[in-house]
């Protein structure tokens, strides 16, 4: 597609629930990102892909969070038994080094833990 | 530990006046600087960047500043628009590492 395109764009979920959150990067990119934005905070990075390896998921806050990537192009990241801190905007963002290594983010899945 | 950082979490500058948002960062081995805006409600979007072998790089009314013996990088915006207010955030990778750092951003208000 034209950009990163994410889903749900807004969800909210009762506590010790689980949740996913999907992201399709732009085609071709074969670098994929999370972040996540609490609120008041800076950008927080979550994990890398490259393919579907992750090289680097040194920020994954805990063993709740899950992510994976198939056939090179999207991703699910999976939240377990959901808590109140979980309440972030989670940002997927893709790159390639043919578009120069330049990071395009989507518009983000905005997660309430109630 | 925060390797990039933006010290003024919020800067307020008169409509076309100059705007300069600045950034610091601890890790020399830092290969590219990038600048992101956000709106609220939007995913950031890609600005500007520069490359740590340049010190300078200018695209419209943007330009950004890179100072490697500082660890220091500036954005500059002029002349400043009403549109321009959003989230500014500065971030850094490392080649190879693929990861972004992120500074904590600067909130930018442009007075009309």
């Known amino acids: 597609g034209a950009g990163v395109s994410q889903s749900p764009s807004n969800k909210v979920t009762e506590k010790g629930k689980d949740v996913e959150l999907r992201c399709d990067p732009i085609?071709?990119?074969?670098?994929l990102y999370w972040y996540r934005q609490s609120l008041g905070q800076g950008l927080e990075f979550l994990i890398y892909?490259?393919?579907?390896?992750?090289?680097?998921k040194s920020g994954l806050p805990s063993d709740r969070f899950s992510a994976e990537r198939t056939g090179g192009s999207v991703s699910t990241l999976t939240i377990q038994r959901t808590q109140q801190e979980d309440s972030a905007v989670y940002l997927c963002?893709?790159?390639?080094?043919?578009?120069?290594?330049?990071?395009?983010f989507g518009e983000g899945s905005w997660l309430t833990v109630v | 530990d925060q390797q990039v950082k933006q010290n003024s979490p919020s800067l307020s500058v008169q409509e076309g006046r100059i705007s300069i948002l600045n950034c610091d960062y601890t890790?020399?081995?830092?290969?590219?600087f990038l600048w992101y805006k956000k709106y609220p409600a939007e995913g950031p979007t890609f600005l500007i960047s520069?490359?740590?072998?340049?010190d300078k790089n200018e695209d419209g009314r943007f330009t950004v500043f890179l100072n490697k013996s500082a660890k220091h990088l500036s954005l500059h915006i002029v002349p400043s628009q009403p549109g321009d207010s959003a989230v500014y955030f500065c971030?850094?990778?490392?080649?190879?590492?693929?990861?972004?750092?992120f500074g904590t951003g600067t909130r930018l208000t442009i007075i009309p």
């Open positions: 963002a893709s790159s390639s080094r043919a578009s120069g290594n330049t990071i395009y």
């Open positions: 085609s071709g990119h074969t670098a």
């Open positions: 892909f490259q393919g579907n390896s992750a090289p680097d």
């Open positions: 890790n020399s081995m830092f290969d590219y």
């Open positions: 520069i490359s740590s072998i340049k």
């Open positions: 971030a850094a990778i490392i080649f190879g590492n693929e990861k972004l750092t």
